[in-house]
């Protein structure tokens, strides 16, 4: 066993661990992939198991395959009937060899958007419904099935009083219509599988001893990810010798959308009192500055399992950056980024809150000429209703005054200008005819007037004056402010800010015109906003790939979990960014700092945090710890 070697201590307690529940406390860069894999050969070749009767569970279809060809790359033997798959995939097959599928069958992903649009649609009575606020609905359902049966009640408990935007206002009613529609076409999606797969395992003994003899010994990747319901399974499944090996690590539960919590780890402990607790602490990843910085956010947090990193190098300081305003923030982070080395920069990433954050700075970084790889459902700001709306001001100002942009803009902001007024119009608008129709109605005429004196003034505009006129002069943000839900027109005003910073450098409109189009090709090309590519699988076919161009990866914290990077930027660490506007509960908050020590553990080499401090920018809380005790590595700018 000349593998056992090269393992630290607490690697090899857990990989010659004899039998019955253990739980290993890994923390980032210890080598958790490390040691599973070893452990599976261990109880192959010592503990003489059948690889048949061992089951491995990840989270993702991505994580399971890499495991498993990992294990067989690094084992160089012929072990292939280890079972590997995520708790979806083994609990269909549970449910599927057991015949529970005569009856029903399994929803796919596309219908189930296609069932939760139509419901939005006409509850909303909409005509659009953003695919970015389909997943967040849809992530709310998955949250109350995966949850205890009260959930509902517990839902309503929790967002009562609330502010609440348009997905969580009215979830309960989507919700059960939903699961109506899902009944009645005897359909089954993800989760109602694994509630499934709980009952038909408690309620037939057989059935449940059957797949007991099965699944001798199970090892479960990224335990702390674990929802109460896929708990309750697993339990099952590992009695009554409760070979369970558990793999995790309570600072970086950050799913609470999916109804995983951090105290999982400790309930593991309370079910299994006898439970063997194994730390495994050394990180073999960041520098002991990174691991320093990250452990004294983290011990903020008062519902998690005391431990304390340990890094085997030293390295640069954190460096913790303070500035006057966004624009001079993001005028530093892309500075920085363009001084990278190119051998860094392909390994350098900027980790951000959320997918709208990626999509602007993607969008400046596009200005700029800056090469990025990003993963998720992205959106491209130049195809925002904004951009569109600023767009046909524009064209409609300059040059084409078609009835279709005439009606687009007409009222935004309103001046109660009918559609009529334009009805016998032949293609294109003129002033005069608008007049026409407003003959005697002083108001509509007066309005018909000022609408297209603003039209000649930003005709005779630059690019950049003319959208700031459009938001400023004529009441655009106005009108954005009177439409937007709670906590959306932040978000709108950035988008707006990242439209109108992209004309800054243009001197006349169809230049700029050309460079949104440029933007916005390049960003279909590259998998920059609106190219759904899994970033795994990017990084996957560029290894494979040496023309593929590389850039900065541009990421959310929960994309980002289980990668690491040369160096990492984490801009925008400020009040209502980190901790969100939405965290209020203590609970909440603490799972936002458990996102900021994933992104900040993501570090091998270099870490930048970045803020702005000012009237209205209150840098975030998560800071205190690093700014008192760290002085000498933060600066203002």
């Known amino acids: 066993m000349s593998y056992l070697q090269s393992m630290n201590q607490s690697q090899r307690c857990a990989v010659c661990h004899s039998g019955g529940p253990v739980q290993i406390l890994a923390g980032p860069g210890s080598g958790k992939t490390f040691t599973i894999v070893n452990r599976l050969q261990y109880l192959i070749e010592v503990v003489r198991v059948p690889p048949e009767n061992i089951l491995v569970i990840t989270f993702t279809k991505a994580a399971a395959k890499e495991m498993q060809s990992r294990f067989l790359r690094e084992i160089r033997r012929s072990y292939s009937a280890v079972n590997f798959g995520t708790f979806h ?4 097959q549970i449910l599927s060899r057991s015949g529970y599928f005569q009856d029903y069958s399994l929803i796919g992903e596309a219908d189930r958007r296609k069932l939760i649009t139509g419901i939005i649609k006409r509850s909303f009575l909409t005509p659009h419904v953003d695919p970015i606020e389909c997943s967040e609905i849809l992530s709310e359902i998955s949250r109350i099935k995966n949850m205890e049966t009260d959930v509902i009640r517990e839902t309503e408990a929790t967002e009562a009083g609330t502010d609440r935007s348009h997905p969580s206002a009215h979830i309960m009613e989507i919700y059960e219509e939903y699961g109506d529609m899902l009944k009645s076409a005897r359909k089954l999606d993800f989760d109602d599988m694994i509630r499934s797969c709980y009952d038909m395992l408690t309620d037939n003994p057989r ?7 099965y699944f001798s010994h199970i090892l479960v990747d990224e335990f702390q990810d674990i929802n109460r319901l896929q708990y309750q399974v697993l339990k099952l499944l590992a009695a009554p010798d409760n ?16 109804g995983a919590k951090p105290a999982v780890m400790q309930e593991f402990l309370d079910d299994y009192p006898d439970a063997r607790q194994i730390f495994m602490d050394i990180n073999y990843r960041s520098t002991r500055p990174i691991v320093l910085a990250a452990d004294k956010v983290i011990s903020g947090n008062r519902q998690r399992i005391a431990k304390q990193g340990q890094a085997l190098r030293d390295g640069s300081e954190v460096m913790i950056c303070s500035f006057a305003d966004k624009e001079s923030e993001l005028a530093f982070l892309l500075a920085e980024i363009q001084s990278l080395p190119t051998a860094i920069r392909k390994e350098a990433a900027v980790i951000l809150r959320t997918n709208h954050e990626v999509s602007l700075l993607a969008a400046r970084c596009a200005e700029k000429g800056i090469t990025v790889q990003t993963t998720g459902k992205i959106k491209d700001v130049f195809t925002h209703f904004i951009a569109a709306d600023i767009m046909d001001y524009i064209r409609f100002s300059s040059q084409e005054k078609t009835r279709g942009r005439y009606l687009n803009i007409i009222n935004k902001p309103m001046r109660y200008i009918s559609r009529k007024s334009v009805a016998d119009a032949d293609g294109l608008v003129e002033e005069r005819q608008v007049l026409a129709y407003y003959r005697g109605n002083i108001d509509g005429m007066n309005e018909t007037k000022r609408f297209f004196a603003d039209c000649q003034r ?9 959208i700031h006129y459009i938001r400023k002069g004529i009441g655009y943000d106005r009108y954005l402010r009177e439409r937007a839900r709670p906590g959306e027109y932040d978000e709108w005003m950035e988008i707006a800010d990242a439209i109108q910073a ?6 006349a409109f169809e230049e700029w015109f050309g460079l949104t189009e440029k933007i916005h090709s390049r960003n279909q090309q590259t998998g920059q906003p609106g190219n759904n590519r899994n970033l795994n699988n990017q990084v996957n076919n560029q290894n494979n790939s040496q023309n593929e161009s590389r850039g900065i990866r ?4 929960h994309g980002a979990k289980g990668l690491e990077f040369h160096t990492v930027f984490l801009p925008r660490l400020n009040e209502g960014i980190l901790p969100g506007r939405k965290a209020i509960t203590t609970e909440q908050i603490e799972e936002e700092r458990r996102l900021f020590y994933v992104g900040m553990t993501r570090a091998k080499e270099q870490l930048w945090l970045l803020y702005t401090a000012s009237q209205k920018a209150v840098p975030s809380r998560f800071l205190a710890p690093l700014t008192g005790s760290m002085a000498g590595s933060a600066r203002n700018q």
Not at 554 to 557: A, P
């Open 243 to 258: 070979h369970i090996f558990g793999v995790g690590d309570d600072d970086q539960s950050i799913y609470a959308f999916r």
């Open 89 to 92: 995939s083994v609990y269909y």
């Open 502 to 507: 992209s004309a800054r450098n243009c001197q």
């Open 458 to 466: 930003i005709a005779r505009m630059s690019p950049y004056l003319a």
């Open 207 to 213: 059935l449940l001893r059957e797949w007991q003899g």
């Open 554 to 557: 541009l990421l959310t914290m």
